[in-house]
């Protein structure tokens, strides 16, 4: 379990997260929202080390997450940033493989387990026919299949993603999204996701967490944020709302 306890974060000068507290457990999907600006990326970040926090404490399964080397944190969450840029075009094979240089001792090279792990892996992500392409050569939804591939050879308890579905269209986010539903429900991994969805997110997240100017203002399941008050006082518009047929979960419906 992930718990922040008051944290205040700031780049410069200026607090970016204020006085956060959320628990965030190891095993479910959570889809944090909110508006640009809210500090969403700023908190992925915080949790995983990269910014650390000028007050309040952030523990990881009990221990400061300060305490903590980078290659121990690697074997505990594992990150798909929303873009990722590289000198070098890579193949789908060689980009999986870099899930396990948390592993691998110095001068240690892949081994047969490593690579029977990645195969594994793009078989989950229906990636294996194209385990030797380039990178370049994917479209935006195998791009994401192949990280999301990357992120379960990392073996890890947390995946977080930041805004990973942003710039796919709408059929690679819900099948981004049955994918993440599916990895929860089988391996009963932990997925925290930044989206602006509300309705994908909400569909098929355990949980949502409402963040807003640096604070979070609500945390809990769809049905008890996705509610026009809420909304409201999250965007600062007045949103109506109405249940889903499908999934029996409150959507926005846009005028």
């Not at 221990?63 to 505990?76: C, I």
């Not at 997110?201 to 807003?212: E, S, V």
């Not at 999934?247 to 846009?254: D, K, L, M, P, W």
């Amino acid at each position: 379990m992930i718990q922040v306890q008051g944290i205040y974060c700031a780049y410069g000068t200026q607090d970016i997260l204020k006085d956060v507290h959320l628990e965030l457990p190891d095993s479910g999907f959570t889809v944090l929202v909110g508006p640009n600006g809210a500090g969403k990326s700023t908190l992925l970040y915080a949790l995983m080390g990269y910014l650390k926090p000028h007050k309040g404490t952030i523990r990881l399964f009990g221990k400061d997450t300060g305490k903590y080397s980078r290659p121990e944190l690697a074997k505990v969450i594992a990150f798909i940033p929303q873009e990722m840029h590289s000198e070098f075009d890579y193949t789908v094979l060689d980009t999986v493989l870099m899930g396990r240089f948390p592993y691998l001792g110095i001068f240690q090279s892949y081994g047969q387990d490593d690579i029977a792990a990645a195969h594994e892996a793009l078989q989950k992500m229906d990636m294996y026919e194209l385990k030797d392409r380039y990178l370049s050569e994917l479209s935006g939804g195998e791009k994401q299949r192949a990280y999301l591939a990357r992120a379960l050879v990392q073996d890890t308890k947390y995946i977080f993603l930041d805004e990973s579905l942003s710039q796919l269209d709408i059929n690679y986010q819900v099948e981004i999204m049955r994918l993440l539903r599916g990895i929860v429900n089988e391996q009963h991994k932990a997925i925290v996701l930044i989206s602006h969805n509300l309705n994908l997110a909400a569909n098929y997240a355990d949980r949502m967490i409402f963040l807003k100017a640096g604070r979070v203002l609500y945390s809990g399941k769809p049905n008890q944020l996705m509610q026009s008050p809420q909304l409201h006082e999250l965007f600062g518009l007045t949103l109506s709302v109405a249940t889903n047929p499908l999934s029996g979960v409150n959507n926005i419906i846009y005028p």
